[in-house]
């Protein structure tokens, strides 16, 4: 199974700041013949399911708003919050789905400094 | 607009079986996949296998293979998962989720949840 590991486990961020949250594959998740790699970003809070944010490792869901972005290829991504706000408090996981079993990193929880 | 409403929270004996339901709405059914996730309590998210809800060509997690059994009814749009021989740490949120493919036919991912299903496993 590709392991997915998620930095930093937690951070705390002040209000209008950027949040950069790092994931990584134990492989390479870059589809060679379409060139996309198969790394989606969720979004969690407390009692809700999780939210899809990002798919494709940087295609925006529609709605979602422009300040979440997503970057990286093959085993290396990052999701950047370019200025937090208050409903961004949650906790963020990557996951790859690029081969079964599909497989999630352990978590980010994101809170406000 | 897409829609995926579950069955409400059960609560089980160790042993025995659950049946979960996830019925969709604001899509065409048979299009897209269904895909069954579980979070234990503070835990993070685990795959438990999926659908294709065209076909009901079923592919489950290895750790549930055995006691889970994915099906469909198109008839109604809705998809159930049943998981049986319950254990203590099978106690959990489970959610059904749609996997989006675009109109290439390739994977988007997970874009739609249900609100989640508790399943508490206690004696």
């Known amino acids: 199974d590709i392991v997915m590991t998620q930095s930093p486990d937690s951070l705390a961020v002040s209000l209008g700041e950027r949040a950069t949250i790092d994931c990584k594959s134990s492989r390479s998740i870059l589809y060679n013949s379409n060139n996309m790699n198969y790394l989606a970003w969720f979004q969690q809070k407390p009692g809700q399911p999780p939210k899809l944010l990002i798919y494709?490792?940087?295609t925006r869901e529609s709605g979602v708003p422009d300040r979440f972005s997503g970057s990286g290829s093959e085993t290396d991504f990052t999701l950047t919050i370019s200025s937090l706000q208050a409903e961004d408090v949650a906790v963020y996981y990557c996951q790859q789905y690029y081969n079964t079993p599909p497989t999630f990193g352990q978590g980010t929880k994101l809170e406000i400094k | 607009q897409v829609q995926l409403v579950q069955s409400g929270a059960e609560v089980k004996k160790p042993g025995a079986s659950v049946k979960v339901s996830c019925k969709a709405s604001g899509y065409t059914f048979i299009d897209h996949g269904i895909t069954w996730v579980r979070q234990a309590p503070g835990q993070g998210l685990e795959w438990m296998g999926w659908?294709?809800?065209?076909?009901?060509?079923?592919n489950y997690a290895q750790k549930v293979q055995g006691r889970v059994t994915m099906t469909t009814d198109t008839s109604t749009s809705t998809a159930y998962m049943e998981l049986r021989s319950l254990k203590s740490d099978d106690s959990a949120v489970y959610y059904c989720?749609?996997?989006?493919?675009?109109?290439?036919?390739?994977?988007?991912?997970?874009?739609?949840w249900g609100q989640g299903t508790l399943v508490t496993v206690s004696s």
């Open positions: 659908i294709n809800t065209y076909n009901d060509d079923t």
């Open positions: 494709w490792a940087s």
């Open positions: 989720a749609r996997r989006h493919y675009d109109s290439s036919g390739l994977l988007r991912g997970y874009d739609s």
